[in-house]
């Protein structure tokens, strides 16, 4: 059962593009929302998460936008470079509790073309 | 700082073999975690310790044994491995509870069975 459907798996966009890459949850227990990156042979590194009191936060060129009613969240990367091609992964949890199992998308391979 | 190292970088292992890996964080975590990672798939979680005691295996092989030596340090044992178990582990850390919610990922060790 996947708890978080990520989109798209992958995407090609031209620098200085926007790029945006959507994920969807089922369990409204999750309350802790971070998005990982991840280049070839390297572990994923957090680029930036949110809670679900607020319905956007940005920094740098990234932003997450949040829409809890519609449990969905995506992640935009303004003037998108080609240092910023790598996979994208979008995580969840419930934090606080016992289990601290991470629920991962599967992942989204952004291209950004030069 | 927000380094998690783990050695070696890369293992080539027989099915016969016996090895380990290490995973070291001075952050002051006290929850540490075991992801077994696939090519283009998300990180999946085999083994959480929270304050050096396992707290959760994801019914993970025995060939796989997970070893919590201090609070900084994670080892990993590795036993008549499968070619399948051939995949990036990764080593990440957290502070168990409140604000430490983020997991901070290792660059992780490709390990190849043959």
């Known amino acids: 059962q996947q708890q978080v459907k990520q989109s798209p798996q992958s995407l090609i966009v031209q620098k200085g593009g926007i790029s945006i890459i959507n994920c969807a949850y089922e369990n409204t227990a999750f309350d802790y929302f971070?998005?990982?990156?991840?280049?070839?042979?390297k572990g994923p590194a957090l680029l930036i998460a949110i809670?679900?009191?607020?319905?956007?936060?940005k920094e740098g060129r990234f932003t997450?936008?949040?829409?809890?009613?519609?449990?969905?969240?995506?992640?935009?990367i303004m003037d998108s470079q080609p240092g910023d091609s790598?996979?994208?992964?979008?995580?969840a949890r419930v934090s606080g509790g016992s289990n601290y199992k991470l629920t991962f998308g599967k992942g989204t391979l952004l291209t950004v073309n030069p | 700082d927000t380094e998690v190292t783990q050695t070696p970088k890369h293992l080539v292992m027989?099915?016969?073999?016996?090895?380990?890996?290490?995973c070291e964080q001075h952050m002051g975590h006290r929850a540490m975690y075991w992801?077994?990672?696939?090519?283009?798939?998300?990180?999946?979680?085999?083994?959480?310790?929270?304050?050096?005691?396992?707290?959760?295996?994801?019914s993970v092989p025995s060939r796989f044994s997970p070893e919590c030596p201090n609070s900084s340090l994670l080892n990993l044992h590795l036993h008549?491995?499968?070619?399948?178990?051939?995949?990036?582990?990764?080593c990440a850390s957290s502070q168990e509870r409140g604000l430490g919610e983020?997991?901070?990922?290792?660059?992780?060790?490709?390990l190849l069975v043959l």
């Not at chain 1, 809670?51 to 936060?57: F, N, Y």
């Not at chain 2, 027989?14 to 290490?22: A, D, I, V």
């Open chain 1, 34 to 41: 971070p998005w990982y990156q991840q280049f070839p042979g």
């Open chain 2, 35 to 58: 992801y077994k990672q696939k090519a283009k798939k998300p990180p999946e979680l085999m083994f959480v310790y929270s304050y050096e005691k396992l707290s959760i295996n994801e």
């Open chain 2, 80 to 90: 008549a491995l499968q070619p399948e178990d051939s995949a990036l582990y990764l």
């Open chain 1, 51 to 57: 809670r679900p009191d607020v319905s956007e936060k």
């Open chain 1, 64 to 76: 997450i936008s949040f829409n809890k009613s519609a449990k969905q969240f995506s992640l935009h």
């Open chain 1, 86 to 91: 790598a996979t994208y992964f979008c995580a």
């Open chain 2, 14 to 22: 027989g099915m016969t073999n016996k090895k380990s890996l290490k």
């Open chain 2, 102 to 110: 983020t997991q901070y990922f290792g660059p992780g060790t490709r």
